[in-house]
């Protein structure tokens, strides 16, 4: 069993820059796809990127293509999500997610359905 520690959450004006952080213990390469998703109040949960661990090979929603960036680090066993130009829109709680999986691919990496182990959800807020 995987324990995910989501970090780095905070306030932000428009414009800004946080940098996400998943921490995970008994993690093994065998938990090899990590997601980003997040859940604004009264919306559902959607997958905002995903990443190969072991290629780094990586997907992102349109909406934060060109402003997100997904990293790992296996050494340190964390994921990183690297959010630049931050909107109002970008306003959530944000979930780092886990899975043992054989294929990486876009439908089923940015799918809630396909993970099996959550973190517990950093807030990110983007106001003035």
């Known amino acids: 069993q995987v324990h995910l520690e989501d970090s780095g959450g905070g306030l932000v004006q428009p414009g800004g820059s946080l940098r996400l952080s998943c921490a995970a213990s008994?993690?093994?390469?065998?938990?090899?796809?990590i997601g980003w998703f997040r859940q604004a109040p009264g919306k559902e949960r959607e997958g905002v990127s995903c990443?190969?661990?072991?290629?780094?090979?990586?997907y992102y929603a349109d909406s934060v293509k060109g402003r997100f960036t997904i990293s790992r680090d296996n050494a340190k066993n964390t994921v990183y999500l690297q959010m630049n130009s931050l909107k109002p829109e970008d306003t959530a709680v944000y979930y780092c997610?886990?899975?043992?999986?054989?294929?990486?691919?876009?439908?089923?990496?940015?799918?809630?359905?396909?993970?099996?182990?959550w973190g517990q959800g950093t807030q990110v807020t983007v106001s003035s």
């Open positions: 008994g993690f093994s390469l065998d938990y090899n796809v």
């Open positions: 990443v190969s661990r072991s290629d780094g090979r990586s």
């Open positions: 997610a886990a899975v043992k999986s054989p294929l990486f691919l876009f439908t089923t990496c940015m799918s809630t359905r396909s993970y099996t182990s």
